[in-house]
T-cell receptor
């Protein structure tokens, strides 16, 4: 899982609560990404950030928010506005120099709404 | 948006056999990548092939790319039990985002 850590590994949330998922990388990568994975499906992009203090919405940003105050950290908040938040969340990072956009992934956080 | 589509959805083979899976995509790409995911874990990058390349090898992996057909294939030779995983293709464009397919689940029987 490279130099990317995600915590916690498992997270349980009651309906109506906001919850924040942590993602930290020590790879000195500029770009970071958040994906959502549902059973039997591929990854869908929630948010991404190419540089500190800047981020863009992905394909399914509604009900989520992010911040990028430090290069190493890209936390994801799942808000109560996200109607179906139970899923496996993956964080990734990428070096922006050169033309290789290989992404390095963390181990994931499994979020369950009770 | 999910651009890549893998085929088949699932594959079961005997140890030592080869495994082949395909990926089709819809729009022009800068590169195509293959990733592996073990159950409940993050994805691991396997190989990247650029749009101007036709074939690439890495150990027991062989990837082909046909941009005229908008398709790619991943071949795993002499499979091992440790190759049991889900395999995803991901297409990259100039905006440095990746679009992932739904994956092929490979089971290698001992």
């Amino acid at each position: 899982d490279g130099g990317i850590t995600q915590s916690p590994k498992y997270l349980f949330r009651k309906e109506g609560q906001n919850v924040t998922l942590s993602c930290e990388q020590n790879l000195n990568h500029d770009a970071m990404y958040w994906y959502r994975q549902d059973p039997g499906q591929g990854l869908r992009l929630i948010y991404y950030s190419q540089i500190v203090n800047d981020f863009q919405k992905g394909d399914i940003a509604e009900g989520y928010s992010v911040s990028r105050e430090k290069k190493e950290s890209f936390p994801l908040t799942v808000t109560s506005a996200q109607k179906n938040p139970t899923a496996f969340y993956l964080c990734a990072s990428r070096r922006t120099s050169g033309d290789n956009n290989e992404q390095f992934f963390g181990p994931g956080t499994r979020l369950t709404v009770l | 948006s999910q651009q890549g589509e893998e085929d088949p959805q699932a594959l079961s083979i005997q140890e030592g056999e080869n495994a082949t899976m395909n990926c089709s995509y819809k729009t022009s790409i800068n590169n195509l990548q293959w990733y592996r995911q073990n159950s409940g874990r993050g994805l691991v990058h396997l190989i990247l092939i650029r749009s101007n390349e036709r074939e690439k090898h890495s150990g027991r992996l062989r990837v082909t790319l046909d941009t005229s057909k908008k398709s790619s294939s991943l071949l795993i030779t002499a499979s091992r039990a440790a190759d049991t995983a889900s395999y995803f293709c991901a297409t990259g464009s100039n905006d440095y985002k990746l679009s992932f397919g739904a994956g092929t689940t490979v089971t290698v029987r001992a």
